[in-house]
C-alpha cells in the first residue's frame, strides 16, 4: 500500500494550507435543530461559538459551520433562515480565533454573506449543482472550494442508491464538477475534492470508497474524508446513538489518513489528533 500521500498547498484567499505532511482536521459546528447527530446542542450562536473555540484550541485548523441539516430525507430551509443561523456564529469565531473557517452551504448568497463575515472556504455538498451562481463567487472571491459528491439531493438520496462503477463513477463526477469550478475562474489550488461518505451510497458502498481514497489522488487534488459519526459506523457497531459512535469514528478516520485522506472532518477533535498523530508516524515511516 503506497502511503506517502501527495503534497498540496490549499489556496484560501489570501491564506495557504500544506497538505500532505499531517491530515489536517476540520471540526464540525452544526448551528441547526435537526442534524443528524448534535442537533439542537448548538443552535444558539454562543454555544456554537464556544464549541468552534473548543473544537479549534484542540487542534482542528478548520472550522466548518453549517446552518441546514442535510442529513438524508431533510428538507431545504429558507435563505433568511440559513443566514440567522450562520453568520453571527462566523462573525464570532473569526474574532475569537485564527482557524479557516469553511460555510456549508449549497447557496451562493449564503456562501457570498459568510465570506464576508469572515470564511474563507465554501464547502459545497452539491458540487456546484444547486446554485447556479456559486461557482462564478467561488472564482471572484478566491476562497478554498469543497466540492462533495452526492447522488441525487439529500431529500432522496438514500433511496436505494445504485452504481455500475462506484469507484469510476464517483471520480468522475468529482472531476467533472471540478472542472466546471475552473472554467468559471476557479484556480485549481483551491479545490479539495469529498467522494462523499453516506451521500447516495449504501453501508458497503462507504467502506470501499474509503477503503480506495488514494484512487482519487489521480484527479491531482487534496481528498478530503467525512465520516463522523453516520450510520454505517452505527450499522457495523452496534451503536444506534450518533454520539455513541466515537470510538468506530476514530477508526474510519484513522483508517483514511492511511488510505488517502488530507483532511478529516470530525464532530470529535482532541481523541481524533492524537490517533492522527501517530497514524501520519506510521505512513511517514
Not at 447527530?37 to 453549517?66: M, T, Y
Amino acid at each position: 500500500m503506497n502511503l506517502n500521500r501527495p503534497r498540496h498547498t490549499w489556496h484560501i484567499m489570501d491564506r495557504a494550507l500544506e497538505l500532505g505532511p499531517e491530515t489536517i482536521i476540520m471540526g464540525v459546528i452544526n448551528v441547526t435543530p435537526d442534524s443528524f447527530s448534535d442537533g439542537g446542542l448548538f443552535r444558539k450562536a454562543h454555544a456554537a461559538i464556544e464549541q468552534g473555540i473548543r473544537l479549534w484550541n484542540e487542534g482542528a485548523k478548520i472550522l466548518d459551520v453549517g446552518g441546514e441539516s442535510t442529513r438524508p430525507g431533510s428538507d431545504p430551509i429558507p435563505l433568511s433562515e440559513e443566514l440567522a443561523r450562520v453568520i453571527p456564529v462566523i462573525e464570532g469565531l473569526a474574532k475569537e480565533t485564527d482557524a479557516l473557517i469553511s460555510i456549508d452551504t449549497m447557496k451562493a448568497e449564503v456562501a457570498e454573506r459568510a465570506l464576508a463575515a469572515g470564511a474563507g472556504i465554501i464547502n459545497d455538498i452539491s458540487a456546484l449543482r444547486a446554485d447556479p451562481a456559486m461557482p462564478a463567487l467561488a472564482a471572484r472571491s478566491g476562497a478554498g472550494l469543497i466540492l462533495m459528491h452526492m447522488q441525487g439531493m439529500p431529500k432522496t438520496m438514500q433511496v436505494e442508491p445504485h452504481y455500475d462503477d462506484l469507484l469510476g463513477e464517483v471520480a468522475e463526477f468529482l472531476k467533472t464538477q471540478a472542472q466546471v469550478a475552473m472554467e468559471a475562474g476557479v484556480a485549481a489550488g483551491s479545490v479539495v475534492i469529498d467522494p462523499g461518505i453516506g451521500f447516495g451510497k449504501t453501508f458497503d458502498q462507504n467502506l470501499s470508497l474509503i477503503k480506495e481514497l488514494s484512487s482519487f489522488w489521480k484527479l491531482d487534488m487534496p481528498v478530503l474524508l467525512g465520516a463522523s459519526r453516520k450510520a454505517f459506523i452505527g450499522h457495523y457497531t452496534g451503536k444506534v446513538e450518533p454520539a455513541e459512535r466515537l470510538w468506530g469514528t476514530l477508526g474510519v478516520h484513522v483508517a483514511g489518513a492511511l488510505t488517502g485522506a488530507h483532511i478529516v472532518r470530525v464532530h470529535d477533535v482532541a481523541p481524533l489528533k492524537d490517533a492522527l498523530v501517530m497514524a501520519d508516524a506510521i505512513r511517514r515511516a
